[in-house]
C-alpha cells in the first residue's frame, strides 16, 4: 500500500505539499549557503554580479580576520558574556520559576506578570534607563553591564519556561523527599533540578544566544573597540565607503561555530523542554 494511500492524501496534494518544502528549505539555506560561499571568494568576486559558486577559493579572508583584526579579542568578549548570562540566567530563571511553582507567597502572580510585561517593550526604549543605571554604578563599557543587561531579557523568559516545566513534575516527589528529611532546597537541588535538565538545556540555549548576538545594548554600552562583542565588533568590516564584504562574511561563519556547539549540546534536550514547558502554564 503506498505512503499516500495511507495517509489519505492524493498524488497531486502529496507533490505540491512536497514542493512548498523544498522551496522554503531553498529559502532557508540560501543565504547561509552563499554566506559560506562568499567567505572562501576573493572580494572582487564577492562584489561582483556575476553569480557563481566559488570562484578563485582562498583561505586569506580568515587569515586575515583572525590575525590582522580584533577578532579573537571579540570572540573572547563574547564568551565571557554569553557564558555568564547563560549562568546567572539558568540560576536566577530556576530559582524563581520553582518558587512560583511551588510556594505560595504574597505577590506571587503579580511577580510573573511583570516578568510578562517587561518583555512587551522594545530593546529601545530600555537602553536609556537601564544605561542610566549601568553609568550611576561605573559599569559603562564593561562586560558586566552587557551580562546585566541581557539577563533582563532573557531571566523573565526562562523564568516562565521553567515554571510550567517545574508545573509538570508531581509534587508527590517534593514530599516524599520531604518525609526522607529533605529541606526545601534539598528538594529543589537534588530532586526537581536533575529532573528538569531538558527545560535547563533549552533556557541555557536560549540565554546563550540572547547574549551571543545581541548588538543594541553593545552599541550603547561598549565605547572602546578593544571590549566589543563580536555581534557588534563585525560592523567594523562593512563602513558607510568600501565595505569588506569578504571579511564580514569570513567573520560571520566563525561566529555560527560556538552558537553551533552549544546546540549540538543541547539539541537532544530541545523538543522534550519545550513541549513540557509549554503544556503546563
Known sequence: MSRSVRTGRSPLRSVGLHATLIVASLIAVGPILWVLL???KPG???????????????????????????FLRW????VLVAAFTMLFGIFLAATTGYAV???????????????????MFPVAILIVPIYMIMARFGLINTPASLIIANLTIAVPFCAWMLKGYFDSIPTALDEAAAIDGCGPFGIFW?????????????????AFL?????????????????????????????????????YLTSAAVLVTIPAGLVFLYAQRHLVSGLTGGGTKG
Not at 570572540?75 to 563574547?78: A, D, H, R
Open 101 to 119: 511553582s511551588r510556594f505560595n507567597f504574597p505577590g506571587r502572580r503579580p511577580l510573573m506578570t511583570v516578568f510578562l510585561v517587561t518583555q
Open 44 to 70: 572582487y568576486a564577492v562584489q561582483s554580479s556575476e553569480i557563481s559558486l566559488v570562484e578563485d577559493p582562498t583561505l586569506a579572508n580568515y587569515a586575515y580576520v583572525l590575525g590582522e583584526t580584533r
Open 210 to 246: 540572547t547574549a551571543w548576538g545581541e548588538v543594541a545594548y553593545a552599541s550603547a554600552f561598549i565605547q572602546e573597540d578593544r571590549n566589543f562583542t563580536l555581534a557588534y565588533g563585525l560592523q567594523q568590516f562593512v563602513p558607510q565607503f568600501n565595505p569588506q564584504w569578504e
Open 190 to 206: 537534588r530532586i526537581v533540578l536533575p529532573l528538569a535538565r531538558p527545560a535547563l538545556a533549552v533556557t541555557g540555549f536560549y
Open 75 to 78: 570572540f573572547g568578549n563574547s
Open 38 to 40: 562568499s567567505s572562501f
